[in-house]
């Protein structure tokens, strides 16, 4: 079986590339409109930001696979039920017919405020993941193959996400993994541990500077951003052998 991933990495910094510009445009227009948000959320609230990921992965979906697949990014067909709530808009669907082949969300980190959208982020994608899994496990859509359930979060790579953080405890010592480690750290080791355990078939962390010249790097090759599409890729292409 053999996967095509696309021109790698040059797809990836068109995606990051676009992701930065869309975020200063949307900034922008918010200004023109005079509706300024608070810090950096007028870059966040104009849109859906990572939509060239999504276009991205929709991509891979075209070159590994000859079955007539779909692909929503569009919130009505994003829309999936749970086992802890009632439904979860996720940011990618693909289907084959009435079987779910792959399920994607997709996620950002921008400063000045690391720390707390580190930990919350962190917490969403835990919850998801583990809602997600129950969902699928107790039937939510059906008794086929699995599908394929993959995070990618993008964070800025700046001076405050790469510097050693510390951690306190009082009562007990922290995981010796998380001490002195960097924001982006922390997430590399958060989305390796919820591949193992199971949470999603793949996440990855995409480190990527403020600049519109789309340069991105990866934290780990574990949770890096090729092993994502490569992983992405597989599940799709395993449809033409079913």
């Given at each position: 079986m053999?996967?095509?991933?696309g021109?790698?990495?040059a797809n990836v910094?068109?995606?990051?590339r676009a992701?930065?510009?869309?975020r200063?445009?949307?900034?922008?227009?918010?200004?023109?409109?005079?509706k300024l948000?608070q810090?950096?959320?007028?870059?966040?609230?104009?849109?859906?930001n990572?939509?060239s990921?999504s276009l991205?992965?929709?991509?891979l979906?075209?070159?590994n696979?000859r079955?007539?697949?779909?692909v929503?990014?569009?919130k009505?067909?994003?829309?999936l039920?749970?086992?802890?709530?009632p439904?979860?808009?996720?940011?990618l669907?693909?289907?084959?017919?009435?079987?779910?082949?792959?399920?994607v969300?997709l996620?950002?980190?921008?400063?000045p405020?690391?720390?707390n959208?580190?930990?919350?982020?962190?917490e969403?994608?835990?919850?998801?993941g583990?809602?997600l899994q129950?969902a699928?496990r107790e039937?939510?859509f059906?008794?086929?193959?699995?599908?394929?359930t993959?995070?990618?979060?993008?964070?800025?790579?700046?001076?405050?996400?790469k510097?050693p953080v510390?951690?306190?405890?009082?009562?007990?010592?922290?995981?010796?993994e998380f001490e002195?480690a960097s924001y982006i750290?922390?997430?590399?080791?958060?989305?390796d541990?919820?591949?193992?355990e199971?949470?999603?078939?793949?996440?990855a962390?995409?480190v990527?500077p403020?600049?519109?010249?789309?340069?991105f790097?990866?934290?780990?090759p574990?949770?890096?951003i090729?092993?994502?599409?490569v992983s992405?890729?597989s599940r799709?292409?395993?449809?033409d052998l079913?």
């Open positions: 053999s996967i095509d991933i021109n790698f990495p910094r068109t995606a990051v992701f930065w510009s869309g200063l445009t949307a900034a922008e227009k918010q200004k023109l409109d005079g948000d810090g950096n959320r007028g870059m966040v609230t104009g849109g859906k990572l939509d990921l991205l992965l929709s991509s979906v075209e070159k696979s079955s007539k697949l779909s929503h990014i569009e009505t067909f994003v829309t039920p749970g086992y802890f709530r439904t979860k808009q996720w940011d669907v693909v289907m084959n017919g009435k079987q779910i082949v792959a399920i969300e996620k950002s980190i921008c400063g405020s690391f720390g959208n580190v930990n919350n982020r962190t969403e994608a835990i919850g998801s583990l809602d129950t699928i039937g939510a059906g008794r086929g193959k699995p599908p394929f993959g995070f990618v979060i993008l964070i800025e790579e700046a001076d405050q996400s510097r510390r951690v306190t405890s009082k009562h007990f010592p922290v995981d010796p002195e750290k922390r997430l590399d080791l958060a989305c541990r919820m591949m193992r199971g949470l999603y078939s793949s996440a962390v995409l990527a403020n600049r519109r010249l789309g340069q790097s990866e934290s780990s574990e949770t890096g090729k092993q994502f599409l992405f890729a799709i292409a395993e449809q079913a």
